[in-house]
Nanobody, 121 residues
Framework: QVQLVESGGGLVHPGGSLRLSCAASGRIFSLNTMGWYRQAPGKQRELVATVAADNGTTYTDSVKGRFTISRDNAGTTVYLQMNSLKPADTAAYYC???????????????WGQGTQVTVAS
């Protein structure tokens, strides 16, 4: 079983920065993608960024140029560096890993517990 533990959220002023971290443990198959999602109250959960096993990345348009996703060399920890934060970035942020289990075979998702990011004056 895969477990994800995330940290780094907090309260910041507009224009500030935060760095989120998420450490994965357990049996992780090589065909996988890690990512960050966010959800504000009353809104749908939104994909923010992803990083693949080969370090290829994607971003939602609203964070391009401000956020950077990365993973460590072992591929078990994912980071989200958030700069120039705006009030619209306020949300609970969840890390995710999606991997393909060839034994089942099936794609499986695992989620972190969530960390709150609040951007306000």
């Amino acid at each position: 079983q895969v477990q994800l533990v995330e940290s780094g959220g907090g309260l910041v002023h507009p224009g500030g920065s935060l760095r989120l971290s998420c450490a994965a443990s357990g049996r992780i198959f090589s065909l996988n993608t890690m990512g960050w999602y966010r959800q504000a109250p009353g809104k749908q959960r939104e994909l923010v960024a992803t990083v693949a096993a080969d370090n290829g990345t994607t971003y939602t348009d609203s964070v391009k140029g401000r956020f950077t996703i990365s993973r460590d060399n072992a591929g078990t920890t994912v980071y989200l560096q958030m700069n120039s934060l705006k009030p619209a970035d306020t949300a609970a942020y969840y890390c995710n890993i999606r991997h393909f289990n060839p034994v089942i075979p099936k794609w499986i998702d695992y989620w972190g517990q969530g960390t709150q990011v609040t951007v306000a004056s």
